[in-house]
Structure formats: C-alpha cells, structure tokens
C-alpha cells in the first residue's frame, strides 16, 4: 500500500506552488484530484493520483512578483527587528531601478506575501530575493536546494604574513559548524584582501564563521549572484523586478 498524503504537501513536491498557495487554491475550489474538484483543507490524495488546477490559480501565480534588491547595511532581510528596517521597506517606486526592463507597473498589492527567499545578514550588503512566488522561494531555501550563492569578501588575517595554503583549503572543504560538517565550497583569492566565495548552503553568519576558524576578520561581504542571477549594476538601496528570461 502506498502511503496517502495531504494534498498541499503532494502539490509542493510536484513543484505547482508552495504549500500555503496549495490551501488557498484548495479553499477556493481551485485543485482537482483526478479530475475532480477538492476542495477541503488537510485532504489526503496517493502519490499516483493525478493533481490539476484551475486556470484561475495559473493566473494567479502568473500575477505574483520576484524583487531583487541591493540591500545596504542596516537593513534586514525579514521582519523588523531592534529598530532596524526590514528590506521590503526598499521597495517603494521611487527606489525603483530606472534601468529596470520590466514593463510592470509597481502597485503596494506587490508587497502583500512579499517575503525574503533567504538570508542576508544586517551588516552585508548586496543581493537580496524577495518573492511572493512559493515555486521561487521553495527552489532558492526549500530543503533539497544546491542553488549556488556568491559572494565577495574583504578579509584581514589576524597573524602576520598570509593566509597558509593549508587554511584556504580547510574553507574550501574540512570545516565543521554547529557539530555538522559543510558542504564543499568554492574559495579563491580575488586580490590580496579579497576572496571570492561559492556556497551551496546558508547557515546563519556561515562565512564570518568560516572566515574565524581560520584567523580571517571579514571587513566588508557582498552577494553578487543567486543561481544564474547575478546583481550586476544594480545601485545601492535600489531595486528591480526578476525577468522573465532570467532563471535561479
């Protein structure tokens, strides 16, 4: 026998939208199973029945927003928090890109469900997702995620001399946080007081921690590339819309 599970856990896994949009869909009577309408929150369909929404619900999503911000120092990336700004306080139309390609109209309904697809830390700067597309979000944190994450970091070595060979590689591959090895990076030097950092995690603070271990002070970090979304000359405190050519 195989196993029954909820329809909205069944509709993430099958990548049609997250699971909150799942139980709005389903609330509205928008999901069928098998060609029947469900329309009952918590169901339980088997993984061989087939799952279909409405057009309606396509629509839906085909409305919903991706924003890329440079975020500056001093905000962070979700909620409000010892008086600093969250992020989404950026987006407003006159921070708004003037290079931005999109033909989309900035309206305040955008903001609604505009959540951070991930973590930048207040004092980072750089690029920064918000999303009210759970598909997005789901394939940029979702449990199963390798979406590479690059950064740039400006170090200074607390010894004298420079970083031994034998330390880069330990950040390349060998350190442990919170009792769990990481997984494989990509670290090379930039310049003299720079590295460049390729992540296929996040842990909180993952490459100041890092950067301790191995007796390196981050001075200044900067993300400049999701996926294959790369910040580019995205100003400063300013925002832009995700195109529809452009893919995490």
């Given at each position: 026998m195989?196993?029954?599970?909820?329809?909205?856990?069944?509709?993430?896994?099958?990548?049609?939208?997250?699971?909150?949009?799942?139980d709005?869909?389903i609330?509205?009577?928008?999901?069928?199973?098998?060609?029947?309408?469900?329309?009952?929150?918590?169901?339980?369909?088997?993984?061989?029945?087939?799952?279909?929404?409405?057009?309606?619900?396509?629509?839906?999503?085909?409305?919903?927003?991706t924003?890329?911000?440079?975020?500056?120092?001093?905000?962070?990336?979700?909620?409000?928090?010892d008086?600093?700004?969250?992020?989404i306080?950026?987006?407003?139309?006159?921070?708004?890109?003037?290079?931005?390609?999109?033909?989309?109209?900035?309206?305040?309904?955008?903001?609604?469900?505009?959540?951070?697809a991930?973590?930048?830390?207040?004092?980072?700067?750089?690029?920064?997702?918000?999303?009210?597309?759970?598909?997005?979000?789901?394939?940029?944190?979702?449990?199963d995620?390798?979406v590479?994450?690059?950064?740039?970091?400006r170090v200074?070595?607390?010894?004298?001399?420079?970083?031994?060979?034998?330390?880069?590689?330990?950040?390349?591959?060998?350190l442990?946080?919170?009792?769990?090895?990481?997984?494989?990076?990509?670290?090379?030097?930039?310049?003299?007081?720079?590295?460049?950092?390729?992540?296929?995690?996040?842990?909180?603070?993952?490459?100041?921690?890092?950067?301790?271990?191995?007796?390196?002070?981050?001075i200044?970090?900067?993300?400049?590339?999701?996926?294959?979304?790369?910040?580019g000359?995205?100003?400063?405190?300013?925002?832009?819309?995700?195109?529809?050519?452009?893919?995490?």
């Amino acid at each position: 026998m195989t196993e029954l599970v909820r329809l909205s856990k069944r509709m993430s896994e099958l990548g049609i939208c997250s699971r909150r949009e799942a139980d709005e869909w389903i609330e509205r009577g928008w999901v069928r199973v098998d060609g029947k309408v469900v329309s009952e929150l918590g169901s339980k369909v088997l993984p061989h029945q087939k799952v279909s929404v409405e057009r309606q619900a396509a629509a839906e999503q085909s409305k919903r927003v991706t924003i890329l911000i440079n975020k500056p120092v001093g905000y962070v990336s979700g909620q409000a928090e010892d008086g600093y700004q969250p992020a989404i306080a950026l987006v407003k139309p006159e921070t708004r890109w003037t290079e931005d390609a999109v033909q989309t109209q900035f309206h305040p309904t955008q903001l609604r469900s505009l959540v951070p697809a991930g973590r930048l830390d207040i004092d980072s700067v750089g690029l920064l997702v918000l999303t009210q597309d759970g598909r997005v979000a789901k394939h940029l944190i979702g449990q199963d995620t390798s979406v590479e994450k690059e950064y740039l970091v400006r170090v200074q070595y607390s010894k004298p001399g420079r970083l031994p060979d034998t330390e880069l590689k330990r950040l390349n591959h060998g350190l442990t946080l919170d009792g769990k090895a990481l997984l494989p990076a990509k670290v090379s030097w930039q310049n003299e007081d720079q590295l460049r950092f390729i992540l296929r995690e996040g842990k909180k603070r993952q490459i100041r921690r890092m950067c301790d271990m191995v007796g390196l002070k981050v001075i200044g970090l900067k993300r400049v590339r999701i996926g294959k979304v790369r910040l580019g000359n995205l100003p400063e405190g300013q925002w832009r819309y995700l195109r529809e050519d452009e893919q995490f």
